[in-house]
């Protein structure tokens, strides 16, 4: 499978900030999707990041909290805008070359502390 | 959204036993499953996968078991090792999504 990686790897943020995360595949990937894992639970998907055009969201989730951009088949990022505690968790970037969820791999993840 | 749950939240197993976690899922349109291994601090990391048509598929020291009927789904590890110590997912992918909908994941913690 291919290689992603996430950045930064951890941060810890203000309360009101907003945050970045940038998620780099070492190869072309069909799909991209974000996730939130909040410490000791599973996986959430927050959006799919659609390439060229506004990514998917998951109920819960809006474009004005979490805007996303993917500007190729290799590079997207996830904004964790006007943060609070409650934003705090791992956010996770994946991919997969096939449609139906095939084979779809993760980066290591981004840790994020809000004060 | 789909429902996929783990029957046991943890499992303690000696080494060189074998491991069996297992999983329930909810959406009978599901046509694709997949087990993650997560270790501390990293993302989930593919294990192995199985399709609908298929009851079971063997990998390298681990097995995946599909029931259909019972929509239940299992991963047992051979002659588990300390390595082995991790949280264990599986996910589907609900009724032909491209994304995957994950249980809530067991431990498993191998004793030396």
């Known amino acids: 499978s291919a290689v992603i990686s996430q950045k930064p790897s951890r941060d810890i943020c203000q309360r009101g900030t907003s945050l970045t995360i940038q998620c780099q595949v070492d190869?072309?990937?069909?799909?991209m999707f974000w996730y939130r894992q909040q410490p000791g639970q599973s996986l959430t998907l927050i959006a799919t990041?659609?390439?060229?055009?506004?990514?998917?969201?998951e109920s819960g989730f809006v474009i004005d909290k979490f805007p996303i951009s993917r500007p190729n088949l290799t590079f997207s990022t996830l904004t964790v805008s006007n943060m609070s505690p409650e934003d705090s968790s791992i956010y996770l970037c994946?991919?997969?070359?096939?449609?139906?969820?095939?084979?779809?791999?993760f980066g290591p993840g981004t840790r994020l502390t809000v004060l | 959204g789909e429902s996929v749950g783990l029957h046991l939240p943890t499992l303690s197993v000696q080494e060189g036993d074998n491991s069996i976690i297992n999983c329930a899922y909810s959406?009978?349109?599901?046509?694709?499953f997949i087990w993650y291994k997560q270790e501390s601090g990293k993302g989930p990391q593919f294990i192995i996968d199985?399709?609908?048509?298929?009851d079971k598929r063997q990998g390298q020291r681990v097995t995946v078991l599909l029931n259909k009927t019972v929509k239940h789904l299992s991963l047992q590890i051979a002659a588990t090792q300390p390595g082995d110590s991790a949280v264990y997912f599986c996910?589907?992918?609900?009724?032909?999504?491209?994304?995957?909908?994950f249980g809530t994941g067991t431990r498993l913690t191998v004793i030396p």
């Open positions: 994946s991919g997969c070359r096939f449609s139906g969820g095939e084979e779809q791999f």
């Open positions: 990041a659609n390439q060229g055009s506004e990514a998917t969201y």
């Open positions: 959406n009978s349109a599901s046509d694709y």
């Open positions: 199985i399709r609908s048509n298929m």
């Open positions: 996910a589907e992918n609900g009724d032909g999504a491209n994304n995957l909908f």
């Open positions: 190869s072309q990937v069909t799909m």
